[in-house]
Structure formats: structure tokens, C-alpha cells
């Protein structure tokens, strides 16, 4: 006997912002002050969190609200704002439809099945949506060839171990971290060893530390390794991307917020969630709804959801305040490193044509109008050079 496959549409509200609960609080609130306005908040993966001015009503900052009750963002005086908790885009269902053949209801099948919503529907109250046991096809992701890497001793190549991207560089910044936070200790004749201007090492300072600089910026060498064997990136690139953006320091943050061991910035979450599904599905898997996930790619979202994705790649890359806890999740988050410039590799391709490692690294650096005339622009040129020369012993 062959049976019927039923395909079922929804009549969903129009989506809106949903109020969930808010504080009013004189300092950042406390689990309490959490629990006591809003309870539980057992859909926060769908939930964000924003700061209201009381006098503008405009928004300081948001963030989801996972976040909660620790507040991200920096602002002015925290007993001008209150702090909402909302549901983004909420849409509820208020009628099904079935169907036995993969068709958009007219209006006629609508009114016969959800004769009471009919005329919101006509008014544009309420949208229709599939979900069922057939899908509609999410558009293609960007096409990205890239391929395997060769094995060798090229920088673009895959090295045979890890011990190979050992390097002995000697990075002021990193050895001014060091001091700064006791990781190391200068011999400078009772001075400190690092320039209070920029906390970056004397001359002294980095002299006498040099062991400490040598260990730290080889200690990510087999994770860099590993992710490059699964993720055909090279990993002298990445090792060499990483010294120029951060010199492996994991609580780096640029001028422009940028985040992380490579130093990301927002432009850079727009591209990579455009061109690497991988990272999209992970990132939107944790912030926006499944239904939401499985039915659009980036660039369909709106710009709402668009910029709760960015800040959620670019918190990603932040490191804890502990450093130990810092390397660790630095050595462990290197695959998401690796998909950041698999994503500017394909990028890049489809600007060019022709997709290579250098055009990457110019267009990470100096942007797409780098590469638009075909050449690679002097800044970027620059740029190569300094990861090439950093990525090698």
C-alpha cells in the first residue's frame, strides 16, 4: 500500500520583537536581580539582552542573552538604562496546513483550512513558512575550491610534523606581556623591561626573556598543525598570520575591536559567515533559531540578526581572562581560525577569478580594492612579505 506524503505549511505571526522581562539597576545586575525579573530564561539561545536609555530610548548596547547576567558592552552610567531581554523576529504559529503535493497554499486552500486568520493574512498580519518532511533547498553556499595542500617545505605547503613551524622571533609585545603579567623576569639592573608608554619590551627586557618569547610563540605549533591537516590551510600562513596580527597574545584586542589570535574585525564576520557555511551553521545554530538556521543562508537574514551573528563570531575569538584558561581556548578554537581564512580564500577567488594564498592574505589585510585591479596592491604586498617572513624559522 503506498501512502500519502503530507506536506505541512504554517501560518506564522508576523515576526516582531517579543518583550520578555526587564531590570532596573543601579550597577551590572546579579544572578538575583537576573532570576527575580525574568526567571530562567530557558530560551536565552533565542533571547538577546539591550541596554535602553530612559531619556532617548535609544539602545547602548546588546548582546544575547546567554551573556547574562555579565554585560559586554561598555557604557555610560548603568542607572540611565534598563536592561530588556527580548526575543528578536518572534513568530508563533497560529494555524497549519496540509498539503499532498510540495506547493505554496493559495488563497482559497487557506481560507478553507484557517478560515479564521484568513483576513490577517490578507492584511499581512501573518506569514507563511514549510516545515515538514521536505524542506525547500537553502540556497547554494559560495562555490570554494579549495585544495589540498602539497606536501613539502613551502610555505603554502603541508609540512610533514609540527616541529618544523618552530620559530625563535623576537616579539617585543609579547615580551612586555609576559613581563607585565609575571610569565617572565627581565635582568635590566632593577629596571622592569618594559616601556610604560606601550608595555611593549626594552631592548633589556626582551634580551633577558628571550627563552620565555621562544616558548610561548611555538606552544600553539600542534594545534596550528592539526587544524591545517583537517582544514588544508597552511599552517606556516597561519602561524605567520597570527605573529603579524597578535605576536600570540591571547588577550589582544586592536583599536577597532578586532578579536583574537588574528585579530578579526566586524567587517571580517560579515565575510566569513557569507563565505564559510561551516562557521555560519555554528554560529547561528547558537543565536538564532533552528527553523531560522535551516532556511536561509547570511546574506538573506536581516540586518538585526545579521549584526547578532557578527558580534557572536568576534566574541567567539576573545579569550578568557584567565590565561591559562586563554591558551587553552586558544589551542582549541585554532579550526575556527583556519575556517576565517578558508573564507577569504573563497573571497577572494570570486573577486579574482583565480583564488590563491597571497591574494588571501592581501585582502585579509587591505581589503577586496587591493586585489580589484588584478594586482596585488603595494600594502598588501607589504603584508605578505611580513607573514612570510614571520611564518618561517
Known amino acids: 500500500m503506498i501512502s500519502t506524503l503530507i506536506y505541512i505549511w504554517y501560518l506564522l505571526t508576523a515576526p516582531s520583537d517579543r518583550f520578555i522581562c526587564a531590570m532596573w539597576v543601579s550597577k551590572p545586575p546579579t544572578p538575583a536581580n537576573l532570576a527575580a525579573a525574568c526567571g530562567a530564561l530557558s530560551n536565552a539561545k533565542s533571547l538577546i539582552w539591550r541596554a535602553v536609555d530612559i531619556n532617548t530610548g535609544q539602545i547602548g548596547c546588546s548582546g544575547p542573552a546567554s551573556e547574562l547576567p555579565y554585560l559586554s558592552c561598555p557604557f555610560g552610567p548603568i542607572d540611565h538604562y534598563r536592561i530588556e531581554v527580548i526575543w528578536p523576529a518572534f513568530q508563533s504559529v497560529v494555524c497549519t496546513i496540509s498539503m499532498d503535493s510540495f506547493v505554496t497554499p493559495d488563497a482559497n486552500t487557506i481560507a478553507q483550512q484557517c478560515p479564521r486568520q484568513k483576513a490577517d493574512y490578507v492584511a499581512g498580519n501573518l506569514v507563511l513558512a514549510y516545515q515538514g518532511a521536505r524542506p525547500p533547498t537553502p540556497p547554494p553556499a559560495p562555490f570554494c575550491p579549495v585544495k589540498n595542500l602539497d606536501s613539502g617545505q613551502g610555505f603554502y605547503d603541508m609540512p610533514g610534523s609540527a616541529a618544523v613551524l ?146 557572536y563570531l568576534v566574541t567567539m575569538l576573545q579569550s578568557p581572562a584567565d590565561l591559562a584558561e586563554a591558551v587553552t581556548s586558544m589551542k582549541s578554537s585554532m579550526w575556527l581560525d583556519m575556517d576565517i581564512l578558508r573564507a577569504y580564500y573563497c573571497y577572494t577567488g570570486e573577486i579574482t577569478g583565480t583564488p590563491s594564498w597571497e591574494t588571501t592574505l592581501a585582502v585579509y589585510h587591505a581589503g577586496s580594492a587591493c586585489v580589484a585591479s588584478g594586482k596585488i596592491c603595494q600594502q598588501g604586498q607589504d603584508y605578505i612579505e611580513k607573514v612570510q617572513a614571520l611564518g618561517q624559522p
Not at 197 to 215: F, K, W, Y
Not at 227 to 255: D, H, N
Open 166 to 311: 618552530q620559530t625563535s622571533k623576537p616579539y617585543y609585545l609579547l615580551a612586555g606581556n609576559l613581563i607585565w603579567h609575571g610569565l617572565a623576569k627581565p635582568n635590566c639592573n632593577g629596571l622592569s623591561g618594559v616601556d610604560p608608554d606601550n608595555h611593549a619590551a626594552t631592548e633589556c627586557g626582551l634580551a633577558t626573556t628571550m627563552p620565555d618569547v621562544i616558548h610561548w610563540q611555538n606552544q600553539f605549533d600542534q594545534a596550528i598543525y592539526n587544524a591545517a591537516s583537517q582544514k588544508q590551510v597552511p599552517p606556516r600562513l597561519l602561524k605567520g598570520v597570527i605573529a603579524q596580527e597578535s605576536q600570540f597574545w591571547p588577550l589582544a584586542v586592536g583599536p577597532q575591536g578586532e578579536s583574537g589570535l588574528i585579530q578579526l574585525t566586524d567587517a571580517g564576520a560579515d565575510i566569513v559567515l557569507q563565505y564559510s557555511p561551516n562557521v555560519y551553521a555554528r554560529v547561528c545554530s547558537a543565536v538564532l533559531s533552528s527553523l531560522t538556521c535551516n532556511s536561509s543562508t547570511y546574506d538573506l537574514l536581516d540586518q538585526n540578526s545579521q549584526a547578532l551573528l557578527r558580534s
